[in-house]
């Protein structure tokens, strides 16, 4: 990918179905272990921004959520997604908040990122 392509890597939560995205340009980002990757981070966007537009939210981490990164050398996306939201429906809605196709896109899942109850369980057990 040519820096000057500008295209957008964020994260994003999923908020009564729609999704809730925070673009950030690869042409002002630098790359990073092969990657392009937003600055901003899920619990400073949340409290700086989303908490008070959904404040029955406590926590952030009641929210599901994700991020978008660029892969540099496999020149695709790869989004990062809770299990609940990995579905086609929401696949579809993300790529359309952040302008990807299906040819330049692929989905994981990261305990990172994820707020599936089960998968915290395990990290803290």
Do not use: C
Request: proline letters at 3%; aromatic letters at 14%; a neutral charge.
């Amino acid at each position: 990918m040519k820096k000057q392509e500008n295209r957008s890597v964020g994260i994003f939560f999923v908020i009564n179905n729609k999704v809730i995205a925070n673009l950030e340009s690869t042409s002002i980002l630098q790359p990073l272990n092969g990657f392009y990757d937003a600055e901003l981070g899920h619990s400073e966007w949340f409290e700086e921004t989303l908490f008070a537009k959904y404040p029955q939210f406590e926590q952030y981490i009641e929210i599901p959520r994700g991020r978008v990164v660029y892969e540099i050398k496999k020149n695709k996306f790869i989004v990062y997604l809770d299990k609940k939201l990995n579905n086609e429906p929401m696949q579809k809605k993300i790529m359309k908040s952040f302008g990807l196709t299906a040819q330049n896109t692929l989905f994981r899942r990261d305990s990172h990122y994820t707020t599936d109850l089960d998968d915290i369980d395990k990290l803290f057990s």
